[in-house]
Every structure is written in C-alpha cells, then in structure tokens.
C-alpha cells in the first residue's frame, strides 16, 4: 500500500488504472456474456451446430461490409488528433486487414454454400450496423470512436483465441475461422488499438469518458446479440 502511494506521487498521473481496465472490471458479467458466448464454446468443444455456423459466416459478411466505413471514419478522426500520426497508421492496418477478410468471407462462404448476395440481415445485425453508422458522424469524438473499435475487435480476438486455448475440439473446417481472430498477430493489433484508446482517454473530458464507457456497453450488447442470432435465439 505504502509502495502504491510513492509511485503514485512520483508517477503522477499514471497512478490511475487505464480507463478500458476500469470498464472491463465494471462490467465483468457482460464482457463475459460477449467474449464467451454458448456459440463459441460450442466452436471450442466441437458441438456447433453448422447452421448456426452458416448463418453466423453470411450475417457477419454484412456486418463486416458496414465495419468499413465506421473504420474509414475514425481513420479520418485519427488523422486530426495531434501526435506522431502512428494511430492513423495502425487503424490503417486495421483496414487493409478488412479487405482480406472481405475476400476471405467470399472464399469461405462459397466453401460452406452459402450465397452473400442472397443473404437477408436479421435485425440484431441491422440494428449494430445502424449503431455504427451514427458513429461515422464527425461530431462524435475520436476517444468514443477508438473505444468502439477497440471493443468490436477485441471481442472477436478474445472469443476466438478462447476457442484456440489447449484442449479445444475445434471442428477441422472451423480452425481457419478460429485462427483468423484468435492469431497472435491480431492480439498484438487489438492491445495497440487498446493503449490509443487508453491514451485518448485519459486526455478526455469526463462528459467525453462517459459517451465512451456508454459506446462500449452498447457493442457488448449488440455482440451478445449478434451471437444469439445466429444460434437462431433473435
Ligand atoms: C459482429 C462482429 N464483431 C466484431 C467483428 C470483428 N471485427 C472485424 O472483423 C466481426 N467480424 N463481427
């Protein structure tokens, strides 16, 4: 205790937990709720039904679709921010790796004969997607864009690394899925993407925090919904 207080007062300002650490401490049970659905445990253990897998692939292609303009957006945020430019660089990598999972989702659409084109978007997804259509608006501000793209992508890295973990029964057709958020090259991009959002944060307004923590809720809400619906409970 006594050891806290001195660095503390030679520290500063980084005595504080970071901000994302708060929220996830907070709000521990729907964190939970979004990184470690029925759905991913049933991808980890091997007992996934294919059609909720089917219907997870074509409804997150859409998903993924209006991804892209909520992360050209913030690009453009991350551009104004004052700084040495680097968080425009890594949302920036963030987009190119958009781009191959677009491709990716065409490849593995047509390996599990699902047709994109005809796929019609259930309303959990229509509902996230309008979300984060709002949030494209340059009047939102950069701290609550960058939480909310940290969150999108870190429920995704963590529930697939989840599936990965030893002892996983992962069916073979499904490891490629896993292994596409759950990488350790992904991790390392969720963690950056986290201390931006950490460091934007922590230089906001407490008015501009509490939008932030409210965006963050809401995805985690919308996860959960997203994972219903494709086990066909929407
Ligand atoms: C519903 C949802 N949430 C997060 C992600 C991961 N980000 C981009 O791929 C995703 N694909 N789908």
């Known amino acids: 205790m006594e050891d806290a207080g001195k660095k503390a007062v030679t520290e500063g300002v980084d005595c504080k937990i970071p901000v994302t650490e708060a929220w996830i401490r907070k709000h521990r049970l729907l ?3 979004a990184t470690r659905h029925p759905f ?3 991808i980890r253990d091997g007992s996934v039904d294919f059609t909720s897998f089917k219907r997870w692939l074509g409804q997150d292609y859409i998903f993924v679709r209006s991804f892209v303009p909520f992360a050209a957006s913030t690009l453009v945020k991350s551009s104004k921010e004052s700084g040495d430019g680097l968080d425009m660089e890594v949302i920036l990598g963030g987009m190119a790796s958009l781009n191959d999972e677009i491709n990716w989702f065409k490849n593995e659409a ?4 699902v047709s994109l084109t005809s796929v019609v978007p259930q309303k959990p997804n229509i509902k996230y997607c309008r979300f984060l259509e709002n949030l494209t608006s340059s009047e939102v501000e950069y701290p609550v864009a960058i939480s909310v793209f ?3 992508e870190v429920v995704y890295q963590e529930s697939f690394a989840h599936c990965l973990e030893e002892g996983n029964m ?3 057709e499904l490891q490629a899925t896993c292994e596409r958020w759950g990488n350790e090259g992904f991790g390392t991009y969720c963690k950056t993407l986290r201390e931006i959002a950490d460091r934007c944060l922590q230089k906001a307004s407490p008015e ?11 995805v985690l809400e919308y996860e959960v919904d997203f994972w219903n619906m494709s086990v066909g409970e929407a």
């Open 208 to 218: 501009v925090i509490s939008k932030a923590e409210v965006a963050f809720l809401s």
């Open 150 to 152: 940290w969150a999108i």
């Open 110 to 113: 047509s390996k599990f004969h």
């Open 31 to 33: 964190y939970d709720g």
């Open 40 to 42: 991913i445990r049933s």
């Open 170 to 172: 992962i069916p073979e």
